[in-house]
Structure formats: structure tokens, C-alpha cells
T-cell receptor, first 113, second 110 residues
Framework: DAMVIQNPRYQVTQFGKPVTLSCSQT?????MYWYQQKSSQAPKLLFH???????NEADTPDNFQSRRPNTSFCFLDIRSPGLGDTAMYLC????????????FGQGTRLTVV | AQRVTQPEKLLSVFKGAPVELKCNYS??????LFWYVQYSRQRLQLLLR??SRESIKGFTADLNKGETSFHLKKPFAQEEDSAMYYC????????????FGKGTRLSVIA
């Protein structure tokens, strides 16, 4: 059974129209990550949460926001998507111990038109 | 700053040949190192971690702190090993990010 679930799998949005991607986990893990992965590139970390502590990577655009209302759910909000935001968005969860495995969702493929 | 370098975008080997996927890292403290794999149309998943010192699917990786490397090796490649492989690093303390290299696509030719 999938432990990290991302919805939707595919999302098409118009340039400038706000969009929200969601992630849920059944693992009760306290660490969650959002990554952006463009074609043939490495997953690029956007944010991560350690419990309620929110960490924003320095080069994450201001256009990108995140919410984590409880342990299980995490959202990625893109306020005004640009064409360059077309990418696969990956969510992952990990327990906060040392050398622990990050469990990934299937990803949401976002296309901005 | 954390950095992971995978110098090869694509590595093609024949079935039965040895495989080595290179990974070098840069981190000032004690790192935790991982290899993740993504098979076609599947999610990214952990292959192995340096602390475990185990062989998974015939793959091993040794952390060499002197050379700051964590190369992934397998003595005899199989067709089912064809996938995208990512080396990843995390700092030893609790609240540090998990950072990925750009990945190497391994293609095993029959």
C-alpha cells in the first residue's frame, strides 16, 4: 500500500492561476519534503518540515508556499505559476532519526500553459 | 554547503559486465549518504545507505571520507538494473535537508 500519496497525479494550470498540490502520508513521520524535478535534472529541494519547524531553501521562489496543517498532510501552493514551473513535484516523508529512509510519493506532474 | 556530484549522466554496460556509478560529495560535517533508484514509471525509492554496509540487489557502496566518494558498484549487471540512480546526502544532525545529485541513467544492454 502506498505510504505517501500525492494528488493529483497530473495537473494542468493556466499561467498565473494559483494551484495547490497535496501530499499525505500514513507513516506518521515527522519530516516531510517537497522537491521540484525538471526533465533530466536532479530533484531540487524546495522546503522541508521537521515537525512544525518549516525550512525554506534559500533559492526557492517567493511564489512557492507550503502548509502543513498536521503530521499527515502537506500542501504546496504556487501563487502565480509561470511556464518555468512546469515540472514534476515530489513529496517525501521520513522519520526524524539518523540514516532513515525517505519514502517518496508518485509525484504530481504540473504543466503550466 | 552540501553538494553531491554525479559526473556521468548516462552509463551503458553489457549484461554481466561490472558497474560503477560515481558519486562525490562536499560537506563540512559528518554526512549520511544514500543511493536512491527510480525504475521506469515507479517512484523514487531507497536502494542502500552507507551506514548499513549491506548489499542490496547485488549493489554495494563504500563511503571513502578521504576521497569524499560514495561510488555504487555491482560486479555483474543485469537487465533489470536499468534505471535512474541518484546519490543523496544529508547532514548528521536532525534538521538538515536531503540533497540529491543530478542522477545517472544506467542502461544494461542484453
Amino acid at each position: 500500500d502506498a505510504m505517501v500519496i500525492q494528488n493529483p497525479r497530473y495537473q494542468v494550470t493556466q499561467f498565473g492561476k494559483p494551484v495547490t498540490l497535496s501530499c499525505s502520508q500514513t507513516l506518521n513521520h515527522n519530516v516531510m519534503y517537497w522537491y521540484q524535478q525538471k526533465s533530466s535534472q536532479a530533484p531540487k529541494l524546495l522546503f522541508h518540515y521537521y515537525d512544525k519547524d518549516f525550512n525554506n531553501e534559500a533559492d526557492t521562489p517567493d511564489n512557492f508556499q507550503s502548509r502543513r496543517p498536521n503530521t499527515s498532510f502537506c500542501f504546496l501552493d504556487i501563487r502565480s505559476p509561470g511556464l518555468g514551473d512546469t515540472a514534476m513535484y515530489l513529496c517525501a516523508a521520513r522519520t526524524g532519526g539518523m540514516n532513515t529512509e525517505a519514502f517518496f510519493g508518485q509525484g504530481t506532474r504540473l504543466t503550466v500553459v | 554547503a552540501q553538494r553531491v556530484t554525479q559526473p556521468e549522466k548516462l552509463l551503458s554496460v553489457f549484461k554481466g559486465a561490472p558497474v560503477e556509478l560515481k558519486c562525490n560529495y562536499s560537506y563540512s560535517g559528518s554526512p549520511e549518504l544514500f543511493w536512491y533508484v527510480q525504475y521506469s514509471r515507479q517512484r523514487l525509492q531507497l536502494l542502500l545507505r552507507h551506514i548499513s554496509r549491506e548489499s542490496i540487489k547485488g549493489f554495494t557502496a563504500d563511503l571513502n571520507k578521504g576521497e569524499t566518494s560514495f561510488h555504487l558498484k555491482k560486479p555483474f549487471a543485469q537487465e533489470e538494473d536499468s534505471a535512474m540512480y541518484y546519490c543523496a546526502l544529508r547532514g548528521f544532525s536532525g534538521n538538515t535537508p536531503l540533497v540529491f545529485g543530478k542522477g545517472t541513467r544506467l542502461s544494461v544492454i542484453a
